[in-house]
């Protein structure tokens, strides 16, 4: 005990050295919780903006939807409309309704050149499953798995 006593002044550098490591300890901690408070509502405000991102891009998908089939369709009420007057007309000649016809069918391939709608003639190709669509197989002279009718060519790019 007397060793201890011996140097009262060294254990008085001691505890205010051990109580200046804890204060610079407590302070320490404080400021990591601190960033770690900023680092959380960082992370908040990132994920946040991300799912507004989100839904802002869903919204404008929508929108990009829904203003081009409005376009298509109003193309398209043009070539109803001439399908209706065809109907209203009386007194009509077969060739009359032929003219017609093919007015209204340039109209309407007016329309898919516009809307990047192309016709396709797959007729002696080889049938391909992702740009065909088979309704039966039937045999024939032809190469096997090979188109031999067509029932619809139209198709968009």
Do not use: C, W
């Amino acid at each position: 005990m007397q060793e201890e006593n011996q140097h009262p002044e060294q254990d008085d550098i001691s505890e205010a050295q051990d109580a200046g490591a804890a204060g610079s300890l407590d302070a320490r901690i404080a400021e990591l919780e601190a960033q770690l408070a900023e680092q959380q509502a960082n992370v908040l405000y990132v994920k946040a903006e991300g799912e507004n991102i989100r839904r802002r891009a869903a919204e404008d998908i929508d929108k990009a939807r829904k203003f081009a089939l409005e376009k298509f369709s109003s193309e398209l009420l043009a070539v109803k409309d001439s399908l209706d007057a065809a109907l209203v007309v009386e007194n009509a000649t077969v060739e009359s309704y032929k003219s017609g016809v093919e007015l209204t069918a340039k109209q309407l391939l007016s329309v898919f050149e516009k809307f990047h709608i192309t016709e396709i003639n797959p007729l002696g190709e080889k049938f391909d499953p992702n740009k065909h669509q088979a309704i039966s197989m039937l045999e024939s002279d032809q190469e096997p798995n090979s188109v031999i009718s067509v029932l619809q060519n139209v198709r968009p790019e």
